[in-house]
């Protein structure tokens, strides 16, 4: 089974467009207010849908539920691919976001279940971090496919078209789940039973202290990368433009050649960080100082960003993009152990939806926030454009250091 959940993660990050989403937009003459817009529609819908299908999970079936979300993906691939009016991304987002909201927290259940079921619980965090590897190696293959694409067609466009394809593979990969990854289905589900369940497990994560302590933590950390990872991108076009090589190739081919290089790094550094996320949990002694270890890092690196982004070294600013991703690589696996550990067998795909929602939420926030500060605060000539992104960030990384406790309470 690790080997069908790692080939999941692989084919679940075959998206060629990922590297250039941003790109993309911009290339359609979109603002960075309107791409955070955007983004803030993506994750509203997320945050509106992610709670009932956890529900839907737990109650009527895992793998049934991950289908749904990967034909959804497959829908929001077509739009994106064929539009062109920024009317029509919304709808694409729509689906993306029904995609997101159906596979997040589902697909971590099935593997608690199994971890459960093969008496193997005390190797979450390993067993979590050495499949999210294999995810980040699909992304390594995905970004050098994705640069062969724009190469290719120098146009951001129809990478969307290509990602169809291993999204259909992946639908045959649930198709061979053993049953029991179900979870408890019932056999008769009602309106009426499913938003008791919800309430329960909405009741539950907010009454257990340890459980909304960790959901803050997943707004601050996770759902602020989420909007701070994108403004990457524009980044590394700019040093593109800038560098006199391939000048008569097009601007997309250009930027692709650069994007594409920093993401494969990037991403090998998140497979191996991943991986040996239970050996920062080993030398910290225990998931809550390990976590504290992060969040030091966290913060150290958005304050090193806001005048590097200032005075535009956007050189050394990648090295910290790629710390970051480096961090939130290691830092995941553990929150997740850490939330398997209060939640239970019959809730686990709701509460861990309950985590993605809020996370959800936070990007919701953040990404418009950031994209009208670059618009007209860091384009006002007051430094480097994209300092805000940094200045933003680190607000909440400071309040958790301030509040974090150095143990949860006991269960």
């Given amino acids: ?19 250039f989403i941003i790109l993309f937009f911009l290339q359609q003459g979109l603002s960075f207010t309107q791409i955070g817009i955007l983004i803030g529609f993506r994750e509203l819908f997320i ?3 992610e709670i009932p299908s956890g529900a839907v999970a737990d109650l009527f079936g895992r793998r049934r539920s991950m289908v749904l979300s990967f034909i959804a993906y497959i829908i929001s691939f077509t ?34 279940t199994w971890l459960r079921l093969q008496g193997r619980l005390d190797e979450k965090t390993r067993v979590y971090g050495y499949t999210r590897s294999w995810s980040k190696i699909g992304s390594v293959v995905s970004t050098i496919l994705a640069v062969l694409f724009v190469l290719i067609t120098n146009n951001y466009s129809y990478v969307f078209f290509f990602a169809i394809v291993p999204y259909i593979i992946g639908l045959f990969n649930f198709l061979s789940y053993p049953a029991e990854l179900e979870g408890r289905p019932e056999k008769s589900v009602s309106f009426k039973k499913t938003a008791i369940h919800l309430w329960e497990c909405m009741r539950s994560a907010v009454a257990n202290v340890n459980l909304r302590r960790l959901i803050i933590e997943s707004i601050s950390f996770e759902g602020v990368y989420k909007a701070v990872d994108t403004y990457l991108q524009p980044i590394l076009k700019n040093i593109a433009l800038m560098l006199p090589i391939f000048i008569l190739w097009g601007e997309a081919q250009r930027s692709s050649i650069i994007v594409g290089a920093v993401y494969i790094i990037i991403y090998f550094a998140a497979a191996l960080a991943s991986r040996n996320a239970h050996r920062l949990v ?7 100082a390990g976590s504290r270890m992060l969040w030091i890092l966290n913060a150290v690196i958005y304050i090193a960003l806001i005048p590097l982004l200032y005075f535009e070294l956007y050189y050394i600013s990648i090295a910290f993009f790629v710390l970051l991703a480096i961090l939130q690589n290691i830092w995941y696996p553990i929150l997740l152990s850490r939330f398997d550990a209060f939640a239970t067998e019959e809730k686990g795909a709701t509460v861990l939806s309950i985590e993605s929602q809020a996370k959800s939420l936070s990007t919701m926030i953040f990404a418009p926030l950031i994209g009208l500060l670059v618009d007209y605060v860091g384009s006002q000539n007051m430094g480097g454009e994209f300092w805000p992104v940094a200045a933003v960030a680190i607000i909440p990384a400071l309040y958790i250091l301030a509040t974090q406790p150095k143990k949860m309470l006991s269960a």
């Fill in 79 to 112: 739009v994106f691919g064929f539009s062109s009016d920024y009317w029509h991304f919304f709808v694409a987002m729509f689906f993306f976001a029904v995609g997101e909201a159906f596979r997040t927290g589902t697909h971590k259940a099935m593997i608690f």
């Fill in 47 to 49: 945050n509106l849908i």
């Fill in 282 to 288: 080993r030398f910290a002694g225990n998931e809550e």
């Fill in 1 to 19: 089974m690790i080997r069908r959940f790692s080939l999941y993660g692989f084919l679940k990050n075959q998206r060629y467009f990922e590297p």
